[in-house]
């Protein structure tokens, strides 16, 4: 029973590591004050934007996601994307605007990829910590083409 319970805080990171003996206050004095975390850098994003064809016509169902593979979010049947989501710092830069659903929402739309960093202003300041602030970009209108067969 006993293996079973340290087993069971092995698994939920508890370890058996006494820190006093590591005698740290040594290795740099800057290091004094600061207290180890866990975790990493993280900011927080707000996007704000309509996405129209050609026309202006509102298309739904388009997956916003950066380059890196993290999701935005999906415009609505207005064609308004409006979400926040966490990722990491810079990863907000350049998003990707892609057709998920196909023939559905009025024809198959090229996928489109934007740099937006001159659209994005920080609205909330960083920590000491692993936070990186708060971020947001208005694109107003995205325009999309359909793909040419």
Do not use: H
């Amino acid at each position: 029973m006993k293996r079973f319970i340290y087993f069971l805080m092995a698994l939920l990171g508890f370890g058996a590591t006494a820190c006093d003996d590591l005698n740290l206050d040594n290795l740099n004095p800057e290091w004094d004050d600061q207290v180890a975390e866990y975790g990493c850098p993280y900011v927080n994003f707000s996007l704000k934007a309509r996405v129209a064809d050609e026309q202006g016509k509102a298309i739904a169902d388009i997956e916003v996601s950066t380059i890196q593979g993290t999701i935005v979010g999906r415009s609505d049947e207005q064609g308004y994307v409006d979400s926040t989501v966490g990722m990491f710092p810079g990863e907000y830069k350049v998003l990707q605007f892609e057709d998920v659903d196909g023939e559905l929402n009025g024809g198959e739309f090229e996928p489109l990829v934007l740099n937006i960093e001159e659209y994005v202003e920080q609205e909330e300041a960083g920590s000491d910590s692993w936070y990186g602030g708060g971020f947001r970009a208005d694109l107003k209108d995205v325009t999309m083409k359909l793909k040419q067969e």
